[in-house]
């Protein structure tokens, strides 16, 4: 717009100037005003023609200008749509692979639970098997009448067995009755032997 201003600001400075010297020729006699008149008159028309073929100019440039932004706003449109649906993917992926990762962690924070867990029921089956070991035992040598028999306890998940020699069928019975006394003793697996009656010599 400032271009055809420019130019029509121009091309009326020059028709101002036809003008005064259309005044000037006025004075002229009449044969030097018919041809000032004939030249002023083409000067207009060539003005005039001047004036339309600058305006058809910077119309076109103008349309050409403006049919150039339009593009480059499809462009950017179709820029900025493309970098938003690749954003939108890249979040889609992190968000499957964050789900995968919690998953994952989900799955081993059960297993070392349940490692864990199985490791805590052995050991405290383990330390269960040993306190009713050492029970045993204890109740033994506080015997009077076994604590001189060379008697072997062992525990396992509660089963406890008796291993050795007593003198007699009736200390066989009374170490079965200690153990099963004892608390959380589940059974009692007998493999004690009586010694041999030795006879005595006359």
């Known amino acids: 717009m400032k271009i055809i201003k420019r130019h029509v600001q121009k091309k009326l400075s020059i028709l101002g100037y036809l003008f005064v010297a259309l005044g000037i020729t006025a004075c002229q006699p ?6 000032a008149g004939q030249k002023i ?9 001047a004036i339309e073929q600058t305006a058809d ?3 076109q440039q103008l349309g050409a ?3 150039s932004v339009a593009q480059q706003a499809e462009t950017t449109g179709e820029y900025l749509d493309k970098s938003a649906q ?3 993917a890249a979040l889609d992926e992190a968000g499957t692979q964050i789900d ?3 998953g994952k962690t989900e799955k081993q924070m059960a297993v070392a639970k349940d490692s864990v867990t199985d490791t805590a029921n052995a050991t405290g089956g383990y330390l269960d098997d040993a306190i009713i070991s050492a029970k045993i035992k204890t109740k033994l040598l506080s015997d009077d009448f076994l604590k001189l ?3 072997e306890v062992t525990t396992v998940n509660g089963v406890v067995t008796l291993r050795g020699t007593v003198d ?3 200390l066989v019975g009374r170490a079965i009755g200690l153990v099963n006394s004892q608390e959380h003793v589940k059974s009692v697996q007998n493999e004690l032997l009586v010694k041999a009656s030795v006879p005595s010599k006359q």
Not at 30 to 35: A, F, H, L, R, S
Not at 41 to 49: E, I, L, M, R, S
């Open 149 to 151: 028999a060379p008697i």
């Open 57 to 59: 100019k910077a119309g």
């Open 30 to 35: 009449d044969g030097q005003t018919e041809k």
């Open 65 to 67: 200008a403006k049919d």
């Open 100 to 102: 995968q990762a919690i």
């Open 168 to 170: 007699s069928e009736q």
């Open 86 to 88: 690749n954003a939108k």
């Open 41 to 49: 008159d083409k000067a207009v028309d060539t003005t005039g023609q």
